[in-house]
């Protein structure tokens, strides 16, 4: 087995990367390389855990952008475009370690190895994660990874799912009057009898906002629930698919409707439920409002 260098590795791997799980135009020739955790003459990397923001490439911060272009390594989710990794510099290896539903290309625990082992061979190793690291992204487990290993670890910001579909629809998800609170809820199914585990006594208050990640299959028994909990079900909601991307679909419906206008979509998808999902624009991207503005 050989080491990133193409050395013969002299110790027991601690991590085993098969560069052709690389679904990128910057696949290597297919090759295992085992990571061994280092060398104790090479001074140690770090990680940056990135955020790259919903799809659309101009939603990167400029930080992100920097830090791509300075990273040996990237390791990236599946959601990530491909003009966003065509910021890492030519040279970097790129790993994918996409999820999709029930589908892991590589499980949480052996992510955390591999951010570890990678800076340990002395690499800037970006972890780049779709939307924001900290917002259901489990970048909080590959922060404590990192820490409990010693290595450095910062994290980069990124524009959430959520708000850029409120942003996208022109929905805001709070609003003067109309709603005080917003709060962000997994619409995944962790809980007994495949149901999200969630308040849905406080869900169900009206003036504010519930927007929903991970909730497209879910969203029949979300609307049951917060319905039996006292919310409207003429309760605007909003369902908003690739926000800021040029697929964008957004769907305007209410409580009621929820689980009809789910099953026509596919995801990746965010539920916007509540008072201010009735301002929500559903005609126009945002590209063609630009584009009004900048024509006007
Ligand atoms: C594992 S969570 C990751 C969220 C990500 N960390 C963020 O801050 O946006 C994946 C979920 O985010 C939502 N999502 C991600 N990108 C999206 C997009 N462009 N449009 C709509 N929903 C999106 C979907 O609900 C999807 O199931």
Redesign the pocket.
Known sequence: MRDLWGRTATSAPLVIVQEASLPTDRDRNGRFVALTGGDAARPLGRVLLV?AG??DPELLTLKAVRALAGADVVVHDR?IPQAVLDHARPGARLIYVGKRKSHHSVPQDGINDLLVALAREGLTVVRL?????F???RGGEELTACRDAGVPCEVIP?V???L??AASAGAPVTHRGVAQAVTFVTGHAAGAGGEPDLDWASLARPNQTVVV????STAPVIAARLAEAGRAGSTPALL??????PEERRVLTSLAGLADAAASLD????LIIGEVAAMADTGRLADERLLERATA
């Not at 990640?213 to 497209?216: E, Q, R």
């Open positions: 955020g919903p799809g959601l994660k779709a939307g924001d690291p917002v259901f992204g990124g959430s799912a959520g850029a579909a990640y991970m909730g497209l908003v698919e690739n926000a800021s991307r995801g990746p998808v965010v």
